[in-house]
């Protein structure tokens, strides 16, 4: 019952954001996220090609706020003007109830796995295909976003999984 209270809620939401919505060249774009993390970002872009981007991150005993500077540019300029490249950088906040942590060297290794409260700060990277609508008011892309984190149970730790399926929104 729980689930289908939250499906209805997603739908009404959905329907009014589409109805306040224009076509593209977009300014702005409210991006919801799944994959290896659900996830829901507001994108305010400042020029036609850069922009920032305010990410919300959850996952599995995870929780992640970053702020990133984007930049857009053409994937296939000679063949279709509806892909485009994107790629960016940031900063993080994350919060974790659980870390496992994989050894690089030792690949089939089990991971150690600490459990605790951490917090950790980090820096973050993007790398996205987006391919734009240009009559209706929504994109779709696929982004990568590694990512390194400072502090917690270990001094450094990389984050090569963050990958996800987004949906946006155009306002």
Known sequence: M???KYKIIFVVLTAFIAMKTSAQDYHSAI???SGTYWGASYKKMLTQDNGVMLNLQAGQKTLQLAAL???HTPAFPSS???WF???GYGAHIAYHREIK???FFRPFAPPHVYKGHYVSPGIDGLISLEYRFLKYP????GDFMPNFEFF????????????????????
């Open 2 to 4: 729980k689930i289908f």
């Open 31 to 33: 991006r919801l996220s």
């Open 69 to 71: 500077r984007i930049f």
């Open 80 to 82: 279709s003007s509806k």
């Open 85 to 87: 490249l994107g790629y």
């Open 101 to 103: 942590s994989h050894n």
């Open 138 to 141: 929504f994109t779709l892309s």
């Open 152 to 171: 917690g149970p270990e001094y450094f730790r990389m984050n090569m999984t963050n990958i996800s399926f987004t949906f946006s929104f155009v306002l």
